[in-house]
């Protein structure tokens, strides 16, 4: 009986002690909590910063940062500083959004901190267009390219990519999963290739597969709102491309048969070149130049046209009467990858005698009163 | 006589021991320098000598040659056993596992450490080691390297002979042999294939071997597509480059043949069938015998005896089954699935990241190379 008395005794006493033991937790871990701020670059959680606690030396310093999560929380691996009076904890990549840390010295806890979500006024991305834009598109397409209005998340892109035919099949094995991606330097543009052993007459997955377009056949191209902007911004909703596909394109693109609309001397007016075909949308914002007839390169801004089958250059200065040259890079694709000198994939058979590449095609004209 | 003699020699060795006090500390190996490489993706690792490891940087479009100084050889070496990798290196960077990639493994050869290339899901590239069962970031801050950039170097936007400025936006794939550091790119913007044999020390006048390969269908459609991964074997005292395709065939080239400003054809010598994308090729050497051991995205790994692929003179064109035994060669399917990565321990021994039935990601080596490759 007394054995019994005393254990309730023990265990209100050990109850109070687990209620003060709390209270201290939450009035310490709270007071911490505020002094543990992140340090934010670009939009990154780069470190955390906290008072520099007593008994505190740089090196030997028990300081552990640990993601908050079930199971074994370890150590995250990063770089310590003291700097004025504060310690700041710099880990190998980022702190993840939308995640808890916790920060120890030693045994006890100096706080937690939770990065914020992005709000809502920076959280969002859109795909601002998919190329070609046209809406009829070759038997043989190889590329398309993906412009956002941020920086994407890279890696598992096709996974958000989908194809369907017709109205409900759905297309496996279409894009090409090439790793690492071809993104462009800020990371705002993806070119995806349609599988390009699927295109290439001969191969096996030809062979076996046949091309991953048909001709006179229908289209929906689904870009899924799941996609993640870099920081882990969410794409706005999903996106659609409808097309239909025609004819296999064999031919070179020839910038010989391209019409210019001239403009006159003494203005702005823009030189108009029309491809008489969409041509690669990537390869169009470099290839083109234009020189005076001492060969003097003139400055202007090119804008692409409709369907990517045009290109305007408007000059800075006025035109000049006289001969100019337009000049082409042969290096210039069309939609399914035959450049200026050679096509996608050459047919021996009927290529009789290899001629010699040019590294530039020119188109003369003249600009009169 | 003899008082010359030891005059001559008392010269010599005094200009020697100035040539070595001169060489002092700025002159560093391999025409390194101390700083801090501006890398800003870890695509591909590969290594040279001494612990001179090559980083792949796509996004710089860039290689660069950091000296590791991890040149110790170990007394012994054990084996890799850690499951669930990802999770791991995921906690150790306070991240969820969804927000990172292993890009790429590679093992020093002189020390045997594990050099893994990490990239979270913001793009930030991690450099790491792993011994005896422990991950440690390796710092590329000063460091002692030199750097190669791909594109915008003098000689590269050059034509290469052809009429053709080749630029590289992404690497596909590093590997240094004999003095030469080999890289194959490929373009976000033209379809074709690039190829360079950059000679290691890096000079300041680049002697760039730039060039297109092409490679046939059935010796009738020809393409520039582009290389998604290759290696290289020696058969019979000759080098080869042995390089899959981003179409899938499996494309061999002597390596004396590759030539800048050449067209230069290689042999196709299988295909790898429908919906698969080779991953990752490795080669072995066991009793003067060279073998190529190739990852898939669908079919298990694969291993060839090089002298088979060699001697076969014609094109093989059918598809790889399992364990399927083409006209002259044998590819030979081991039982290893969803292989993402391999590398080359020494020749007993081969490292694999693989994804296992589970859906862990492990990371584990084997000393049974030699029983795969039989």
């Known amino acids: ?369 | 006589m003899k008082k010359s003699v030891l005059l001559v020699a008392f010269s010599t060795l005094m200009v020697l021991l100035a040539a070595m006090t001169f060489r002092g500390n700025d002159e560093l190996p391999y025409n390194l320098k101390m700083g801090t490489p501006e890398v800003k993706s870890i695509s591909s690792l590969t290594f040279g000598p001494e612990g001179i490891l090559f980083i792949g940087d796509s996004k710089s479009a860039a290689v660069y040659a950091v000296n590791t100084k991890d040149t110790k050889i170990p007394a012994s070496v054990s084996p890799i056993n850690v499951q669930a990798i990802d999770q791991k290196i995921a906690a150790l960077l306070g991240t969820t596992v969804d927000n990172i990639s292993i890009l790429d493994i590679a093992v020093n050869p002189v020390s045997k450490k594990l050099y893994l290339a990490i990239q979270s899901g913001d793009g930030t590239p991690v450099l790491m080691t792993l011994s005896e069962d422990k991950f440690s970031p390796v710092s590329l801050s000063n460091v002692e390297f030199a750097e190669v950039q791909l594109n915008n170097s003098p000689g590269v936007d050059e034509k290469d002979g052809r009429g053709r400025s080749l630029r590289v936006s992404t690497i596909s794939d590093i590997e240094y042999t004999d003095g030469k550091l080999m890289v194959s790119g490929i373009s976000n913007k033209e379809f074709s294939s690039t190829f360079r044999s950059i000679p290691f020390p890096f000079t300041n006048e680049q002697d760039y071997a730039s060039l297109e390969i092409f490679h046939a269908a059935h010796g009738r459609y020809e393409t520039t597509s582009p290389i998604k991964a290759f290696t290289t074997g020696n058969v019979n005292g000759k080098l080869y480059l042995i390089a899959s395709y981003t179409c899938t065939p499996l494309v061999l080239f002597p390596l004396d043949e590759l030539k800048a400003g050449t067209h230069v054809k290689g042999r196709t010598i299988a295909e790898m069938g429908s919906g698969n994308q080779p991953l990752d090729l490795i080669s072995m050497e066991k009793d003067g015998k060279s073998y190529l051991v190739m990852a898939n995205s669908r079919h298990p790994v694969f291993q060839v005896d090089f002298k088979d692929i060699e001697s076969f003179e014609g094109s093989l064109t059918e598809p790889l089954a399992d364990n399927v035994k083409t006209e002259g060669v044998d590819f030979v399917s081991t039982p290893l699935t969803n292989v993402q990565q391999l590398a080359k321990f020494d020749d007993n021994m081969m490292v694999f990241l693989q994804k296992k039935p589970n859906g862990s990601l492990d990371l584990w080596s084997t000393d049974k190379a030699e029983d795969l490759l039989k």
């Open chain 1, 1 to 369: 009986m007394m054995n019994k008395i005393f254990k309730i005794r023990l265990s209100i006493s050990l109850n109070l002690i687990f209620f003060v033991f709390i209270f201290l937790f939450y009035s310490c871990s709270k007071e911490s909590e505020e002094s543990i701020s992140i340090v934010w670059e670009n939009d990154k959680a780069v470190a955390l910063q906290f008072e520099k606690p007593s008994n505190y030396k740089l090196g030997n310093s028990q300081i552990e940062v640990r993601l908050v999560q079930e199971g074994n929380r370890v150590p995250i691996l990063g770089e310590l500083k003291e700097e004025r009076g504060m310690i700041i904890f710099s880990p190998l990549i980022p702190l993840t959004r939308g995640q808890s840390y916790e920060v120890f010295k030693g045994e006890g806890k100096l706080g937690d901190v939770l990065i914020p979500n992005l709000s809502s006024t920076e959280s969002g991305v859109s795909l601002i267009e998919i190329y070609p834009t046209q809406d009829s598109l070759p038997e043989n397409l190889l590329k398309l390219f993906l412009k956002f209005s941020k920086p994407m998340r890279e890696g598992k892109s096709i996974n958000y990519l989908t194809l369907i035919k017709g109205d409900s099949d759905t297309l496996s094995g279409v894009f090409l999963d090439l790793q690492p991606e071809l993104w462009n330097d800020d990371q705002t543009m993806l070119t995806v290739w349609l599988d390009p052993g699927r295109i290439k007459r001969d191969l096996i997955p030809n062979q076996k597969l046949g091309a991953p377009l048909s001709k006179s056949e229908k289209y929906k191209l689904i870009v899924s709102s799941d996609w993640k902007g870099l920081n882990g911004e969410v794409l706005d909703r999903y996106y659609l491309k409808d097309f239909t596909v025609i004819a296999r394109d064999s031919i070179s693109p020839t910038p010989k048969d391209w019409l210019l609309d001239i403009p006159h001397s003494g203005s702005k007016s823009p030189l108009k070149v029309n491809f008489e075909e969409s041509l690669d949308y990537s390869l169009l914002n470099e290839v083109f130049k234009i020189f005076s007839q001492e060969n003097q390169e003139i400055a202007g801004v090119w804008k692409i046209g409709n369907e990517e089958k045009s290109i305007e250059f408007t000059p800075f200065s006025n035109w000049k009467k006289g001969k100019y040259k337009f000049r082409v890079s042969g290096r210039l694709e069309d939609l399914v990858g035959n450049n200026l000198n050679r096509l996608f994939e050459t047919d021996l058979k009927i290529q009789t005698s290899e001629q010699e590449d040019s590294e530039f095609q020119f188109i003369a004209f003249e600009v009169k009163e």
